[in-house]
């Protein structure tokens, strides 16, 4: 049987995209040039699941995948918003990369009753604090 290193293993067993998000989440990536036999364990072992940044239940759909017991979860997609983007939806204010923090930010809020409040005090202090 032929040696394979991590990296030739899951090539063998994933789309590349997928093999991508496993590089992601490596904190030492030396360990893909690493002889490996099995995938499954491969798998299981090269990092945290529920620390990643697509999540225990995605991983756990690979791996499934991986058994020949189901298919590949959608890669996750990444948005990059823009400072401050904000989102407005029944009644829920959503602050994106809040201040470039990449900090969201969920309210509630619900801007027509604050539009046609009588008080301009505190409609300009909300409004100001929005911007």
Known sequence: MTEMTVLELLLNHLPTKYVDCVVNNLSDRKILHQEAH???SEMM??????SSTEGYEFWDRVF???LGDGKLPPLPINIDYKPSAMIYADDTMYIMNAG???INIKMEVDLKE???ANNQDTKDRVFAWLN
């Open 114 to 116: 604050l539009y046609n």
């Open 38 to 40: 099995c995938i499954e």
């Open 64 to 66: 499934h995948y991986i």
């Open 100 to 102: 470039n923090t990449n």
């Open 45 to 50: 072992c090269l990092f945290d699941w529920s």
